[in-house]
């Protein structure tokens, strides 16, 4: 008879049960519920909290709100053990590449912000000592200036003064727990791991100057992290367990993309991010994939994120918050959407997406137009078109990522799965399928979420003994069946 451990105890026959999922993004964080029960093919979510999140500026430059994250995490699992007493584990899933560094248990300041400025300085230190193309060798990334090791380069006498380096839900679960680990998913993402076996590269920490011993040891999906802090447990309510999932939130996204033949199909995780790539069982680090920017992270399972990132919903989210400091109004985003569906596609003209003037928070629309300008285009003239413009040329840049992964990869697709936030604009989603050429399957909005529930479900044992992700997401495609978006010319 199969066992299944639940709250570090071993029951016999369980397939179901309530845990909660920590979610955080870079706009704003929330507590789920998420409750399972795979023999009877049921997966449900119930969100008890909900919080704001985005970037500090403080005199040091822009930062996360780390402690404050904390608080809200605390109270969001308060909520939910008195919605849910039994709730059986909880996971935390965040943005990659930030990081707090500590000394004891104290932090040394909150996390930088990937966004800051500051990223930029340390590409050239590192570029010096390690060229790119050895870099993508070692670890498989797509260059992005804000990429740990990039980070860590700009540090200064703050790694001197730390004796732990945590990324951020690491660094939750470490609060939470006292437990000092590197999920692998998310360490994936520093530039300091090996993509041929997952390890750290502790070699190229040392030609880096980057102190091995920061770095806490790689614990894979599923893995107990231990009991809250009995402070902690008093503030919630319960001795909840911490489980690792996978902690960076598009590993857990792509856990919950319903594909029922990952070898035929894309994903797009779109949200602040777009996220365009496949799920292989290797990594690909030619010299063409390191020439398109393709970048090879770790997954649940051990599998392979092969994606591009393109600049994502940032751009129209962005361009809405400069319109309402402009006028002083909230904007309705549907109905600038509806406005935008009624703007012709052949009016408005393609711009870059993936420009890197479109980083930095600020006046995104006089961005787009100085780009517009340079290159001799029309810039938009109203607000809807802006934001026709910026539909069409993110469904443009999903396209390209799609057909070049495929390529790279050496895969025929079939579907493009478009999971997250970005899944709700039907507007993107028809026009990807359309300049893709491929039909376009939507859903579920709550993606990362799912997937942070399904691996702690499946830690749980409530799927029995070695679920694949491929049972786990046919309860996703049951529980949430996509929209489909064909193909029109």
């Given at each position: 008879m199969t066992t299944h451990r639940i709250g570090g105890t071993r029951r016999d026959g369980v397939t179901g049960g309530a845990v909660a999922a920590v979610d955080l993004g870079a706009t704003s964080g929330r507590v789920m519920i998420g409750r399972v029960d795979a023999a009877a093919g049921t997966l449900a979510l119930e969100q008890?909290?909900?919080?704001?999140?985005?970037g500090v500026r403080l005199a040091s430059g822009l930062h996360w709100d780390l402690t404050a994250l904390h608080a809200h995490a605390l109270r969001g699992l308060a909520d939910a053990v008195r919605t849910e007493p039994d709730i059986a584990s909880v996971g935390i899933d965040s943005w990659a590449v930030d990081y707090t560094l500590l000394r004891g248990h104290?932090?040394?300041?909150?996390?930088?912000?990937?966004?800051?400025?500051?990223?930029?300085?340390?590409?050239?230190?590192?570029h010096a000592k390690v060229p790119f193309a050895e870099l993508y060798r070692r670890n498989g990334l797509q260059f992005l200036p804000f990429n740990t090791l990039y980070q860590l380069a700009a540090e200064g006498d703050a790694l001197d003064l730390a004796d732990a380096l945590l990324l951020v839900p690491d660094a939750l679960a470490f609060q939470l727990?006292?437990?000092?680990?590197?999920?692998?998913?998310?360490?994936?993402?520093?530039?300091?791991?090996?993509?041929?076996?997952?390890?750290?590269?502790t070699g190229l920490m040392d030609t880096l100057g980057y102190d091995r011993t920061l770095f806490g040891e790689l614990?894979?999906?599923?893995?107990?992290?231990?009991?809250?802090?009995p402070a902690m447990a008093r503030e919630v309510g319960a001795a909840l367990e911490v489980v690792a999932v996978g902690s960076h939130d598009t590993a857990s996204a792509v856990v919950a993309v319903p594909m029922t033949?990952?070898?035929?199909?894309?994903?797009?995780?779109?949200?602040?991010?777009?996220?365009?790539?496949?799920?292989?069982?290797?990594?690909?680090?030619?010299?063409?994939?390191?020439e398109a920017n393709f970048t090879n992270e770790g997954g649940v399972d051990g599998r392979v994120r092969f994606l591009h990132n393109v600049m994502g919903l940032w751009l129209l989210s962005e361009s809405v918050r400069?319109?309402?400091?402009?006028?002083?109004?909230?904007?309705?985003?549907?109905?600038?959407?509806?406005?935008?569906?009624?703007?012709?596609?052949?009016?408005?003209?393609?711009?870059?997406?993936?420009?890197?003037?479109?980083?930095?928070?600020g006046d995104l629309p006089a961005r787009i137009a100085e780009w517009y300008r340079e290159h001799d285009l029309p810039v938009p003239s109203t607000r809807a078109a802006f934001a026709r413009a910026i539909v069409e040329s993110l469904a443009e840049a999903f396209a390209d990522a799609v057909r070049d992964a495929a390529r790279l990869a050496g895969r025929d697709l079939e579907t493009i799965h478009i999971v997250g936030g970005g899944s709700?604009?039907?507007?993107?989603?028809?026009?990807?399928?359309?300049?893709?050429?491929?039909?376009?399957?939507?859903?579920?909005?709550?993606?990362?979420?799912?997937?942070?529930?399904?691996?702690?479900?499946?830690?749980?044992?409530?799927?029995?003994?070695?679920?694949?992700?491929?049972?786990?997401?046919?309860?996703?495609?049951s529980a949430y069946a996509p929209r489909r978006f064909t193909p029109q010319r």
């Open positions: 008890v909290a909900r919080f704001p999140n985005g104290r932090m040394l300041g909150e996390p930088f912000h990937y966004r800051d400025e500051r990223t930029g300085r340390g590409v050239e230190a590192v727990t006292g437990a000092r680990v590197a999920e692998r998913t998310n360490a994936s993402t520093t530039g300091l791991v090996r993509v041929a076996d997952g390890a750290w590269d614990v894979d999906p599923g893995a107990p992290l231990g009991a809250l802090r033949d990952p070898s035929t199909a894309a994903y797009i995780s779109c949200g602040t991010w777009g996220l365009v790539g496949l799920e292989l069982e290797h990594a690909v680090t030619s010299d063409a994939a390191r400069q319109w309402e400091r402009e006028t002083g109004q909230a904007i309705d985003l549907p109905t600038l959407l509806a406005d935008a569906g009624e703007v012709p596609a052949s009016s408005v003209a393609v711009f870059d997406a993936n420009d890197p003037r479109f980083m930095a928070p709700l604009n039907r507007l993107l989603c028809q026009r990807t399928a359309d300049r893709a050429g491929l039909p376009v399957l939507a859903g579920p909005v709550e993606a990362t979420a799912i997937g942070n529930v399904l691996v702690q479900a499946r830690a749980q044992g409530w799927f029995g003994a070695d679920a694949s992700l491929e049972q786990l997401r046919t309860l996703v495609a």
